[in-house]
């Protein structure tokens, strides 16, 4: 049976501080399957208070989304940067073992750069993987935005060289390329195949509205959410999900309503 989760980054951000402990308060009034462990890179120095933390509270963890910062630093590739990407990715899967969370969610690219020269994150890619792999971690790679080509593109550069890759794909981030779409085109079928995982998440705005990148709750943006769960029902999808629509305000008062709502919708459409 799929699993419906839920992004700490949803209800952790600056607004509250990155207080880690609101876990603990949080999730007992949030009705879904368990967590992905949202990796912040200002925790680094406080790593192994949070990992304590979560093992003594028992979460279900099994899904670690790792440090974006990784992919801004592959995709910059200034001296130096793919070394402390490389380094930054090590103590990910380290964080994620000690959690027990058996996928990473990545973002190979990012920041301004972002796929700029794609070719360094291609190749990124390889050694990633072989950490990961040594870690007993399945390596998941999103389709996140793109300042140059567009993520399924990207998906497709990154299958055609390594067949046995696996993909996440975000809702949110398709939409705003204007590629949901191409999931359900059988010219992509071969990479719909290798998707382990989905982000759910909705958005607003037309194609690449940077001011209405804010990531919604289900049924508060465009998505065609009924033709999507059709569509997973149809191939047979039984993977996990994972809910990450911002809940929390400036005050960083977390909003529980609405991602039990979305929760809802994922299990009453799966």
């Known amino acids: ?75 910059h590739f200034a001296k130096g ?11 990910n899967c380290d964080i994620a073992s000690k959690i027990g969370a058996k996928r990473a969610v990545l973002h190979l690219w990012g920041g301004l750069d972002s796929d700029r020269d794609f070719s360094h994150n291609i190749n990124a890619y390889s050694e990633l993987r072989a950490i990961a792999d040594a870690y007993g971690i399945e390596l998941l790679i999103e389709n996140i935005v793109c300042n140059n080509s567009s993520p399924m593109q990207r998906l497709v550069e990154l299958y055609e060289k390594y067949p046995s890759i696996s993909f996440i794909f975000d809702t949110k981030m398709a939409q705003f390329h204007q590629e949901l779409e191409l999931i359900y085109d059988e010219k992509y079928r071969e990479i719909v195949k290798r998707i382990k995982h989905f982000h759910i998440n909705d958005y607003n705005g037309g194609y690449k509205e940077w001011q209405k990148f804010k990531t919604l709750h289900i049924k508060e943006g465009v998505v065609d959410f009924e033709r999507f769960f059709k569509f997973i029902k149809d191939i047979g999808y039984d993977g996990a999900f994972t809910v990450e629509g911002t809940s929390f305000n400036k005050d960083g008062i977390i909003d529980t309503v609405s991602l039990n709502r979305d929760f809802e919708y994922i299990k009453n459409h799966i």
Request: negative net charge; charged residues 25%; hydrophobic residues 35%.
């Open 81 to 91: 940067e793919l070394s402390e990407a490389i380094r930054r990715f090590e103590k």
């Open 1 to 75: 049976m799929s699993l419906v989760l839920c992004s700490t980054g949803a209800v952790i951000g600056t607004p509250n501080g990155r207080d880690h402990t609101i876990m603990k308060s949080i999730f007992p009034k949030l009705n879904c399957d368990g967590y992905e462990f949202m990796m912040y890179d200002t925790w680094y120095g406080k790593i192994d208070t949070i990992t304590e933390f979560i093992n003594e509270n028992e979460f279900n963890i099994p899904v670690m989304h790792f440090d974006k910062k990784i992919g801004e630093l592959i995709s």
